[in-house]
């Protein structure tokens, strides 16, 4: 049985795969040819310390997974990044809750990076931090 942490991560990544032909990776390496749609790749990030309330247990994460968004084109890629980067948002907008299983979940803002390569289009990147606030029984669980 998956952890509470794990759910969370694979509802993410389901929410962020209803965005249309943008391909989403879990915790993969970069692949060789980025898609002209551009790519994402789910990192689990750090749940970080929780706050702790005791009548009931419960740990209280502001989990940070880290969302890398990928974008490779010769012709208008600040455009096709800053389209892919709102349609982020737009997803996470119409269920800051992952379908009751956190409390609340927003996105924090890109700070994309130019990367020349050889031979090829530059590639647009930026590491997306998405905070997940939920709550569990049992650090482990």
């Given at each position: 049985m998956p952890t509470t942490r794990e759910t969370i991560l694979t509802a993410l990544a389901d929410?962020?795969?209803t965005i249309p032909h943008?391909?989403?990776?879990?915790?993969e390496v970069l692949p060789e040819r980025i898609p002209p749609v551009g790519l994402m790749i789910l990192r689990d990030g750090s749940p970080g310390e929780p706050a702790v309330t005791l009548s009931p247990l419960a740990y209280h994460y502001q989990h940070r997974a880290e969302l890398e968004v990928i974008v490779q084109s010769s012709r208008d890629r600040d455009g096709l990044f800053d389209a892919l980067t709102a349609r982020i948002g737009a997803v996470i907008a119409a269920d800051r809750t992952?379908?009751?299983?956190?409390?609340?979940?927003e996105a924090e803002a890109p700070e994309p990076v130019?990367?020349?390569v050889?031979?090829?289009?530059?590639?647009?990147?930026?590491?997306?931090?998405v905070l997940l606030h939920y709550g569990t029984n049992d650090?482990?669980?």
């Open positions: 929410l962020l795969r943008v391909p989403v990776l879990r915790g992952l379908r009751g299983l956190c409390d609340w979940v130019d990367l020349p050889e031979g090829a289009a530059s590639i647009k990147a930026a590491i997306l931090p650090p482990l669980a």
